[in-house]
Structures are given as C-alpha cells and as structure tokens.
C-alpha cells in the first residue's frame, strides 16, 4: 500500500476526534491537554514545548494515569538536523530496594493488590526530571510558560469525564485514606459532569513554576514525598530523589517493508517488541488476508505469544545484563521463530528462543521473567508547523498508581516497583538502582526520511499491541486513520486466552477457538491510541484520537 493511496483513503469526520491541518496538530486523552498543547504552538512554541505543557495539563485533567509523580519515555524528532532522540524519564528503583520485596517469609508471591499500594511499590519518579531535560535540550519555550496553562486549568478545575468514572468504579479498592478523600468528597464518588478543583496540586505547581524541578527532587516537595512514602513503609530516601538524572539517546530503528520505524532501546521493551513482531508481519505478508480475517487474527495472537515469550525471556535494564538486541532481530533468528506457526492450531510449545548464536555479547544466565505490567498510562502527540515531532507515553503503572495521595500537595505516586518481577531470580528482578523494563512505546515511522506517522497509547503488556495493530492498518490495510484506530484489535500474551475489543466477527472467533484459542467472554477496550498522519509533500496532518477515552485532536489553522 502506498502513502498516495493510503491518503487518497483519508476521509473527513465530523466529530472531534479527527482533525485536518497543515499547521500544528496535539492529540491526547483529554480535551484540556490537546487544546493547551495546540495554544503553546499557535504562540510560536515547538512540539517539545508543546509536550511539556501538555504533560502538566494531563497531570490535572487524567491524575489517575499520570501526573508529577509518573515516569515517562520522549520521542523527539528535529526536523532540521533529522535526528530522532529519546528522552528517558523512566522511574528506578530506590537504592534500599532488594530483591525480596515482594515476596513473603516462605518465597511465594505476594498477591498484587498488597503489593502494589504500599510505600515499597513506589519508585523514583523521573518524568518531571525527564519533561525538564527535554525541554532545556529540545525546547524554545521557559519552564515557566509551559506550566502556567495547567496552573489556569487547575485554579478553574474539570470536568469529570466517563475515564474517572469507569476508574472509580473499577479501581477505588486502590485509593488511600487521603486519595479517597479528594476522589470521593463526603465519602460520594466524583460523577461524571461534575467541575473538580484541586487546590493542593495547584499550589505545587507554583512552586514548580518558581522553584523549578528542583523543588520536587531536592526542595520541600522532596522532603514531603519522603515523609509519605517512609510512613507507608517504603525504600525511598531522599538522595534517591536528588540524584536522579533523566538521559538522552538516540531513538533505535527497525524496517517494516519501505518504512522504518524509531522507538526507545531498552531497558524500555516495547520498542524491542514493536520491531520484532513487525519483522515477523513482514515476512508473513499479512495484508494478503482479509481484514477481519481469521488467518489475521490468528497471525496476530501467534506473533504476540511468540514475542512475549522472548520478552520475557531477555529483556531487562542493559546495565545490569547483556540484552540480546541485536540478536532478536536478526533476520535468521525471525525466521527460526517463524517455524513456530502453523495454521491448523495454537501451538503449545511456544517458549523463548535462544538468540545468542546471533548476538555478539556474552550470555547471561538470568531466569526469564514471569510478570507483564499493569494497564494504566496516557499517550500524547505534538507536531508542530515546521515539522518537529514530540510524542510521550507517561504512567503512574496502574490506575491511581499507588494509590498514595502526598498530603498538601495534592499528586498521587507511582508504583512503578510492580514494573519489576516478583520473583528475586527473574532477569527484571528488583534490583537496587534498576531500571524495571516498560512497554511504552512512543512510535515515529518515516518513509524515505521523512516521518509519515507518529502514534502510541497506553495499556501496559498491550502497548506494542495496540500500536502494531493500528499501524498494519494503515500502512497494509490503507484505512482512514481514525478507522485504523477504532478497527477492533486484539491481544494474547504467552496462553490460550485472547482479549478482545467489540466487533471481532463470530465467525473468526470460532475458527480460532476450534484450534484451541479462548476468548474472554466479555469484549474491552484495549489501549488508547492516539495518532498523526503527515503527508511530507503536501505538509497537510491528520489527527485522530481512541474513542475508549475522551480526547481529542487539535489542529492549528
């Protein structure tokens, strides 16, 4: 499928989450975010300003999924010197955490709910740390300026949206005693319509707009995140906070047919697992099967167990151990994964491969993960009129992350310590210091140099899912881009069971149950992408924001 023919397929919707433009264009998960992004723009700032702006104002208007306490990985494309960067704000663990934390006196498990909202799940938040790096290596406009459209949309409040209402309904067993209060004034759940007002957050973001940073990793925000997280018994102290330092790389690249394709190298995962699945699509040529075909659905869940086995198998924080990159990429070693499909059945036997033969580091002899993460982050897009391209996935790890609200300043914390194994002997073990391997995957995809789509959502294991998905989509299938996103996707880890979004056909899912599938019986929302087409002849961009939440694209005119 050609870009002229998927643009000649580009249609225009009437309802706002698609937008046309040929100046700058936001999109995100919230209305509020996309609007101020595309504000910051249309006052002459980039796309990296743009973000940064952008990340504050979800840190008000989606606080359950991300805010100042969140980690996050930055895709930033210059479109002058035409390098691709990535900004690491992931979080790590404090240097007290050890490698039994989650397990009890006998070795077994903790179960995740009483692991994951204490102090000892919290880890050392880098986004702040990460926005403040990208914006000073990558952006025009002051720490200052950006901040001050989410402090006027904090000191306003927001609206409740149906996303607040769905996580309180699912997720409220999560919410400590002071999160509980903001959540559920008078002991009443928020409602959907309802205007909020966070005075608290407010507050700490003009300390933030004054103090910079430093005020949350060094200054009296620091000396209060502490105090919170140690009286919930946790690991963090407060060097922890004052020596991280968020980094900056070189986006890595894979091909997919005439495109390639830029995304973080570990120790973020999702990267890796984008690339792999796409080389193994390419050689399977699945655009020859019918859309809703089942030979798609099939190639789909064989290709994800495949990479999940190896994922979990291999990757970790490189430098604690030797990652086999490299070597699961090679063409060769695809091709001997590749054996594993069938087409008459689900094969029983898929486990991790061995790409060392095709590496040139050493082996390590670590045990293979057991784990995958949680579900809940945001993914938000800038691109501004002269062609840069900033796009971030940001997370607290679950919904209400810990569930740890820190008193007088109004922000939940992160409990980023479940992105690592349980189990002490796991290769993404808690380690001291280690980085726990995250699937975000913020994606920029060219053609012939030039960028041609940029996209990412959340959804924890399901990220490279959704992404790889609504990518085929378009560059395969040739949809419309809010067609591509809204097309029904699924997702299967390393077993049986299949998730699945509304509209999967019957008769589809029958074939697949027949070779020994499961669907669950109840269809979900998986992920939420957010995505911007850009045509580099005609400079126009599409963008198109996930019906499973409420944002929306903005594009500047």
């Known amino acids: 499928m050609t870009m002229d023919h998927i643009w000649k397929n580009q249609q225009n919707h009437s309802d706002k989450q698609h937008a046309r433009g040929y100046k700058g264009m936001t999109a995100s998960a919230t209305e509020e975010a996309s609007t101020i992004g595309a504000d910051i723009l249309a006052k002459g700032g980039n796309a990296m300003d743009a973000i940064v702006a952008m990340q504050f104002a979800l840190a008000v208007s989606e606080p359950f999924n991300t805010g100042l306490a969140a980690s996050g990985f930055i895709m930033y494309y210059d479109a002058e010197t035409k390098k691709t960067s990535v900004v690491n704000g992931h979080s790590i663990a404090p240097k007290n955490a050890h ?121 009296e925000i620091a000396d209060k995140i502490i105090e919170t997280v140690q009286s919930f018994d946790g690991f963090m102290q407060k060097d922890d906070l004052t020596a991280y330092e968020a ?54 869940a064989e290709v994800m167990r495949i990479m999940t086995a190896d994922k979990l198998a291999f990757m970790g924080d490189p430098s604690f151990y030797n990652i086999p990159l490299n070597g699961l990429l090679t063409e060769d070693y695809i091709k001997e994964r590749l054996k594993l499909l069938n087409f008459k059945f689900r094969n029983e036997d898929v486990t991790e491969g061995n790409p060392w033969p095709y590496d040139d580091q050493e082996p390590h002899n670590k045990a293979a993960s057991t784990t995958e993460p949680g579900p809940d982050t945001t993914h938000f897009i800038a691109v501004d009129e002269r062609g840069n391209i900033a796009a971030c996935t940001s997370s607290l790890e679950h919904f209400f992350g810990s569930g740890i609200m820190v008193p007088g300043y109004g922000f939940l914390l992160n409990n980023d310590m479940t992105d690592f194994d349980p189990d002490p002997a796991g290769l993404n073990s808690v380690e001291s210091g280690k980085y726990p391997v995250s699937m975000k995957t913020p994606t920029i995809v060219f053609k012939d140099a030039d960028p041609v789509l940029t996209l990412g959502s959340p959804g924890g294991p399901t990220i490279p899912a959704s992404v790889l998905q609504t990518m085929i989509h378009v560059l ?36 697949l149950e027949r070779m020994n599938y499961q669907f669950d019986s109840i269809a979900l929302s998986i992920g939420n992408v957010q995505a911007v087409l850009l045509n580099p002849e005609t400079g126009e961009r599409i963008g198109g924001s996930d019906s499973s939440r409420p944002g929306i694209p903005v594009a500047n005119q």
Not at 118 to 147: C, H, Q, R
């Open 247 to 300: 980094t900056v790389s070189e986006a890595i690249t894979g091909t997919y047919k005439e495109y390639t394709i830029a995304v973080p190298a570990p120790p973020n995962g999702g990267g890796f697992a984008l690339l792999y699945m796409l080389k193994m699509l390419e050689k399977l040529d699945i655009g020859q099967y019918g859309l809703r075909s089942w030979e798609k659905y099939y190639l789909l």
């Open 476 to 511: 395969d299938f040739g949809l419309d881009l809010k067609e591509a996103i809204e097309e029904p996707r699924i997702y299967n880890g390393t077993g049986p069971l299949i998730w699945q979004e509304e509209g999967i056909p019957e008769e589809a899912k029958q074939t």
């Open 99 to 219: 490698k039994n934390v989650f397990v009890d006196e006998h070795q077994d498990v903790i179960p995740f709910l009483e692991r994951s909202t204490p102090g000892t799940a919290v880890a050392v938040p880098g986004i702040l740390k990460g926005m403040e790096k990208a914006l000073n290596e990558f952006g025009t406009m002051s720490w200052a300026d950006v901040i001050e459209p989410a402090i006027a949309l904090s000191e306003k409040g927001v609206r409740v949206n149906l996303t607040w209402n769905t996580g309180l309904q699912r997720f409220s067993d999560r919410l400590g005693e002071k999160a509980k209060a903001f959540f559920y004034p008078n002991d009443v759940p928020l409602t959907e319509g309802e205007t909020v007002v966070n005075e608290e957050l407010t507050k700490t973001l003009q300390i933030l707009q004054s103090k910079g940073a430093d005020a949350f990793y060094k200054g």
